[in-house]
């Protein structure tokens, strides 16, 4: 089976399971740090993937990790995917589930990279442009330095990009030059 189906069905299964027992947005919380992956994760990888490491301690470690309540939604799930030899698996149904969440509550994800820190009035400008873009979305906005744009700022939303770097003029007029 592919994938990419597997994990959107574990994802999807989680995201019913979580709306009939009425806590899918603490869920979305605990499985957003999963998502966007965290230094350690190498280290959980091996013991969810180690055939010596017992079902239960493997659970208790995701448990920990994600600060999943005993007998939780969450604590349930984590155990049936740890049986279903499925925990390789984890991250990419965190994705889809948190992909899920923000489709069905009108969450959009703004990234914003810049080569160095933004005043906050400009990062305040470039949410309220994307604002008047979504009107009716609520916006998750995360900030992140990456020197690698020289100046300027990259903004994502979804699959769109804009990118207003140095680096991205720079390579555009190389492009230029030797077109």
Do not use: C, W
Not at 42 to 53: A, E, F, G, I, Q
Not at 121 to 140: F, G, N, Y
Not at 144 to 150: G, H, K, T, W, Y
């Amino acid at each position: 089976m592919n994938d990419g189906l597997i994990p959107k069905r574990y994802a999807k299964a989680l995201y019913k399971l979580a709306v009939e027992n009425g806590d899918s947005q603490e869920i979305y919380e605990q499985l957003k740090p999963l998502s966007q992956g965290f230094s350690g994760l190498d280290d959980v990888k091996r013991v969810l993937l180690n055939p010596y490491v017992k079902e239960e301690d493997k659970g208790r470690v995701m448990m920990q990790l994600l600060g999943a309540k005993p007998g939780s939604s969450l604590d349930k799930f984590l155990l049936l995917v740890i049986r279903n030899n499925r925990a390789e698996m984890l991250r990419k149904i965190a994705l889809a589930y948190v992909a899920i969440y923000r489709e069905k509550h009108d969450i959009a994800k703004v990234e914003i990279s810049s080569a160095t820190e933004l005043p906050p009035s400009q990062t305040d400008a470039i949410v309220d442009i994307v604002r008047k873009l979504m009107p009716t979305a609520t916006l998750e906005v995360e900030h992140s330095l990456d020197p690698d744009l020289i100046g300027g700022f990259t903004v994502k939303v979804g699959d769109l990009l804009l990118d207003a770097s140095i680096k991205n003029e720079l390579k555009k007029l190389r492009l230029k030059l030797l077109s």
